[in-house]
């Protein structure tokens, strides 16, 4: 059984920088796709970034290009999630997905297609 553990949130004034970690266990086939969702309240869950495991291509959604990036530690089965010039829309939970297979950009707007959820992460921007 897949399990993933999320890590690194917390509360953070607008410009500042965070980085979220996602430690996903249980895996037993050699290939992957870990995604990283937000959900703020009163708001659909959003899907903003994601890594595959087979050559670590990486997604993102509009509303975090160039402000968030997305890596893997590939011996641990971790992706982290940096995220820089952080402004209060970005307050949410923040959800790590896995599922054992390799999807494209298309998944981020299908959270139902993961499996396997962490717990969530609080982030949240505010001076």
């Known amino acids: 059984q897949v399990q993933v553990a999320e890590s690194g949130g917390g509360l953070v004034q607008p410009g500042g920088s965070l980085r979220l970690s996602c430690a996903a266990s249980g895996l037993t086939v050699g290939f992957y796709t870990i995604a990283w969702f937000r959900q703020a309240p009163g708001k659909e869950r959003e899907g903003i970034s994601l890594i595959v495991s087979s050559d670590s291509t990486t997604s993102y959604a509009d509303s975090v290009k160039g402000r968030f990036t997305i890596t893997r530690d590939a011996a641990a089965n971790t992706a982290f999630l940096q995220m820089n010039n952080l402004n209060p829309e970005d307050t949410a939970v923040y959800y790590c997905?896995?599922?054992?297979?390799?999807?494209?950009?298309?998944?981020?707007?299908?959270?139902?297609?993961?499996?396997?959820w962490g717990q969530g992460t609080q982030v949240t921007v505010s001076s």
């Open positions: 997905a896995v599922q054992e297979r390799i999807f494209g950009s298309l998944s981020l707007r299908y959270p139902s297609w993961y499996k396997n």
